[in-house]
């Protein structure tokens, strides 16, 4: 019983490292203009979406997170991105800045 404690403490533990850290690049992302279609704690299956002007999920497993934002190398093709204006993607932004996010 002991050792289920433990690993649940310790996943809690990651995710909350895991919020903490991608919270940071959505904040500046956002501070500094940057499109973010996603916002997501966990990887894998999705268990929970929220739609506003980006997509909120929580996801299976919370080994991760992710913020998805224009001008990525992979977001480059997606529908979300297609119509974001030049100055609100990572290309757009000022090398100091996209050097933040990264």
């Given amino acids: ?16 490292i895991v919020l903490i850290h991608e919270l940071g690049h959505f904040l500046t992302a956002k501070l500094f203009g940057v499109y973010c279609a996603e916002f997501s704690i966990g990887m894998g299956p999705k268990l929970s979406k929220k739609k ?41 932004i000022k090398t100091w800045k996209n050097a933040l996010l990264c």
């Fill in 1 to 16: 019983m002991q050792t289920i404690i433990n690993i649940l403490v310790f996943f809690v533990i990651l995710g909350a």
């Fill in 52 to 92: 506003e002007k980006q997509d909120y999920q929580i996801r299976a497993l919370p080994i991760g997170g992710y913020v998805a934002m224009a001008g990525e190398a992979d977001q480059e093709d997606s529908e979300l991105m297609k119509d974001v204006p030049y100055e609100r993607t990572l290309k757009g």
